[in-house]
């Protein structure tokens, strides 16, 4: 038995993207930017997949840009709106420490330009307070950017009422939707939305192609130059077969939405009751404000890269957190952010699941994992010092 539940990291493409892709490479292989008839016919197949995703996220199409995925969305977001704030004397943007690198690291570079970044605290479970956001707008505040979805914990934020604040505020507010769109419902005019990032193959369309949404009234800044492609907002010619995947998966994505969470949370909280009863672990995140189908835990007493290899070897592809940062040795920096302690936050276990998921897999995940626990403890020193009471435990 193999088990694929690492839905968060990537998702298998769906056949219904496939064919559109495979279809538009052997059929529609011309550049959009030609005048020529091949080169409008994929022109034709470009605006149709920007309509139809615009209709996914209720917004214009005249607000939707293609990008190379949700980093670059995320990237180009933040700048423009820094940017735009710096003009008016607006240097200061507010976000969460438990944001995707994509974010944060844009926000380090923002910092070392002169602007001001104040990062609000989440709580225990991830989530962030809309009345802390609230206490850090001042008159300076340019924009602030919460992410959707945490790619870590599942937690959800309150989008909605962050959202209608920086409305009533006049803050530009961004949300990296990389991980909700197309397994959470989205509608960026009654959510109160300005920019939002997303990502193809977090919802079994194609790696390498995503997009931004940007509201008309928002000066985008480019962050690749060379060309007039995208209204001339981000140069280079686009990849038309991704593009058209990316807009099939995610119409099949929000067409079966409610179904697929229905499924998928019976299978989640059946995973998370399962592996609660191994003993000195810990839920992270919302128990409920969590993505249909993402688990996180750690445990106490173990390695994570140990765990994630041993379940490798029963055939169970899981991860530790973030892929992006799947090579580092430091903890999460959302499990630091959510007060697990050093040496826990090394413990950590992501499991993301997906509609195509069943019971018998989730039974056996839970069975495998828990030996797997058990055995990584029997030979650790820590562990061993923990059940001798020479140290505390923690959880």
């Not at 990389?178 to 005019?189: D, F, Y």
């Not at 990032?197 to 790696?207: D, M, N, T, V």
């Not at 009863?277 to 996180?296: E, F, Q, T």
Request: hydrophobic share 40%; with cysteine.
């Amino acid at each position: 038995m193999y088990i694929y539940a690492d839905n968060a990291a990537t998702t298998k493409t769906s056949e219904a993207a496939v064919k559109v892709m495979t279809k538009i490479m052997r059929d529609i292989y011309g550049n959009p930017s030609s005048l020529h008839t091949a080169g409008q016919k994929a022109k034709e197949v470009l605006e149709k997949a920007r309509m139809d995703i615009a209709q996914c996220i209720g917004a214009d199409f005249k607000e939707i840009y293609f990008t190379s995925g949700g980093s670059e969305a995320d990237n180009q977001a933040i700048i423009s709106a820094a940017y735009l704030g710096a003009r008016k004397n607006k240097k200061h943007i507010i976000s969460t420490p438990i944001e995707h690198h994509a974010v944060l690291h844009t926000l380090n570079k923002l910092e070392k330009e002169g602007f001001e970044v104040t990062l609000v605290p989440v709580n225990e479970t991830g989530i962030v307070q809309v009345e802390d956001i609230k206490k850090a707008i001042r008159e300076d505040t340019a924009l602030v950017t919460v992410m959707y979805a945490n790619n870590e914990i599942g937690t959800l934020q309150p989008v909605s009422e962050i959202g209608k604040l920086c409305r009533e505020k006049g803050v530009i507010f961004h949300t990296d939707a990389v991980q909700a769109a197309g397994h959470i419902p989205i509608n960026v005019n009654e959510q109160y939305i300005d920019m939002l990032s997303i990502s193809a193959h977090k919802f079994h369309g194609p790696k390498g192609t995503g997009v931004l949404f940007a509201r008309k009234n928002i000066p985008l800044v480019n962050v690749i130059e060379g060309g007039a492609q995208e209204r001339g907002k981000r140069a280079g010619t686009e990849n038309l077969p991704a593009i058209a995947g990316m807009a099939k998966a995610l119409q099949e994505a929000v067409a079966d939405m409610k179904e697929n969470a229905e499924k998928e949370i019976v299978l989640r909280d059946r995973l998370i009751e399962g592996l609660s009863k191994i003993s000195h672990c810990v839920l992270n995140g919302d128990a409920k404000m969590r993505l249909p189908g993402n688990v996180s835990f750690c445990f106490e007493g173990i390695e994570g890269e140990s765990l994630l290899l041993l379940l490798d070897a029963k055939g169970i592809a899981a991860s530790s957190g973030s892929a992006c940062t799947s090579g580092s040795l430091d903890p999460s920096h959302v499990l630091l952010a959510i007060g697990r302690p050093h040496e826990v936050a090394h413990g950590s276990l992501r499991l993301t699941i997906c509609a195509e998921n069943t019971e018998e897999e989730i039974d056996y995940i839970i069975e495998e994992t828990a030996k797997v626990v058990d055995y990584l403890r029997s030979i650790s020193p820590v562990w061993d010092e923990l059940e001798k009471g020479e140290i505390e435990h923690v959880i």
